[in-house]
């Protein structure tokens, strides 16, 4: 009588529990169970991929660019046609990065807080730079503000041009970045403001800025990260002409061109360090609004 009792009981429990009295027949389904980690194969994987799709390219590029030394390095990077290149690189993306803050802010405020007729469409072409290929852009712009411009507006191979191809590629990112901060705010701490006798200016500049503040800054560097990158959509409206319109991802492929591979290595890792030290400052910046905001509450 017993012994049915346990088999019934082992039964009842499940082909994952094991039954004393038919060792025999015991089964290991611990390997199914959902702990919400991947275990050490998992991250052996990710590691590998990682590895082959990022690190091993950046390591090959960086023993490139040091193939003929620290100093052919350093020459390279500080020729006068590298500097050029990079200092128009870096200036035109803080000034994109600028503009779309604060244009990309406004867009994500109108699409959160108001209504109006076409607001899903306007919120799909958002995506649009995402999915359109960037030399597809600088064709377009190329037809719409070139030498034969039917808006007679002229910004073929001027910065400008380059402003305006930076710009459309990276508006996302702000957008993006501020819209979810947006969509999850109080409302109820700025109507309280308002009861208050607040204005809107300063219901917005106390209690709304705050909040998108990291979200706004998160996008901005995203954007100006992008954009010190970017080729396909300045390859044409910018012209490329030295030391006035060529960004550092053409001088880059120049060098290609003429066989100095080690030189176009040399500026390329130059433009990694400014990304990856961008990057850096943002997540310091996050991890510090995190604590900031976890010791409030």
């Known amino acids: 009588m017993t012994t049915s009792s346990n088999a ?14 038919r060792p025999d027949r015991r089964w290991n389904w611990s390997w199914l169970r959902v702990t919400g980690s991947v275990g050490p ?21 960086t023993v490139t660019s040091f193939e003929d030394g620290w100093s052919g390095f350093w020459d390279a990077v500080t020729a006068p046609a590298a500097l050029d290149s ?58 719409l503000y070139g030498p034969q411009s039917p808006v007679d507006i002229h910004l073929n191979a001027t910065q400008p041009g380059l402003v305006v191809a930076l710009a459309f590629v990276t ?21 309280a403001a308002l009861s208050l ?40 409206i910018g012209g490329a002409i030295p030391r006035k319109t060529e960004m550092a991802s053409q001088y880059i ?18 433009l990694l360090a400014i990304s990856f030290a961008t990057l850096l400052v943002l997540r310091l910046l996050a991890e510090r609004s995190a604590r900031k905001e976890q010791a409030t509450r």
């Open 41 to 61: 194969l998992g991250i052996a994987t990710a590691v590998l991929w990682l590895s082959i799709i990022v690190l091993l390219p950046l390591a090959a590029l």
């Open 86 to 143: 990079l200092r128009i690189t870096v200036l035109v993306s803080v000034v994109v990065a600028v503009i779309n803050v604060v244009m990309g802010t406004l867009i994500a405020w109108v699409l959160v807080r108001d209504r109006f007729p076409g607001k899903g469409v306007v919120n799909a072409l958002i995506d649009l730079p995402f999915a359109l290929p960037t030399i597809v852009a600088s064709i377009v712009l190329l037809s």
């Open 171 to 191: 508006l996302p990112f702000v957008v993006r970045s501020v819209q979810p901060v947006l969509i999850e705010a109080d409302r109820e701490v700025e109507q």
């Open 197 to 236: 006798g607040a204005n809107n200016w300063t219901t917005f500049r106390r209690i709304v800025l705050p909040a998108l503040t990291p979200a706004i800054i998160s996008g901005g560097g995203l954007a100006f990260a992008r954009a010190i990158g970017e080729y396909g959509s300045v390859v044409l």
């Open 8 to 21: 019934g009981t082992a039964q009842a429990a499940g082909p994952g529990v094991s039954d004393p009295a």
């Open 253 to 270: 492929q120049k060098q290609i061109e003429i066989d100095r591979p080690v030189n176009a290595a040399a500026v390329s890792v130059a």
